[in-house]
């Protein structure tokens, strides 16, 4: 009677150890599983972070390089129409002192032959139009070069 006891005993405590084993087995199955799934998921929140923070970036940069863009046109065209003043003043005044020149020049005039007199005159008033010309030219060149 000993001896099928023990043996029952030895079987029932097998069983126990086996199912111990296995419900052991199965918490560390079940432990590794929520731990890969937590890191899944924690994976893709960060990935969906990182997108919203990127289209964040961008529309943000694209807003300031808009305003960036918009300031650079109004500086350029204030700095071309300060540009076109400027040419427009200097040519002027360049003009009215040739002028002043030129008159002098006619008032101090001795000549002692009326077509000697006729021929300076011409060639004063012949470099005047050059010089009105190369003014005219060197302001639209300006002008030009700063659009």
Do not use: C, H, P
């Amino acid at each position: 009677m000993s001896t099928g006891k023990y043996k029952k005993l030895f079987v029932v405590a097998m069983m126990i150890m086996v199912l111990l084993f296995t419900a052991e087995w199965k918490t560390a199955f079940a432990s590794s599983g929520i731990q890969t799934l937590l890191t899944n998921w924690f994976e893709g929140e960060k990935q969906e972070s990182i997108r919203s923070l990127e289209m964040e970036i961008t529309k943000e940069k694209e807003a300031q390089m808009a305003i960036l863009k918009k300031e650079i046109a109004a500086t350029l065209a204030k700095a071309n129409q300060e540009l076109a003043d400027f040419t427009a003043q200097e040519a002027e005044k360049s003009k009215e002192e040739l002028n002043a020149y030129t008159n002098t020049l006619l008032q101090t005039m001795e000549v002692d032959m009326e077509g000697q007199q006729e021929q300076f005159l011409l060639e004063v008033e012949r470099i005047m139009e050059e010089a009105y010309e190369k003014l005219e030219q060197a302001r639209a060149e300006s002008i030009i070069n700063t659009e």
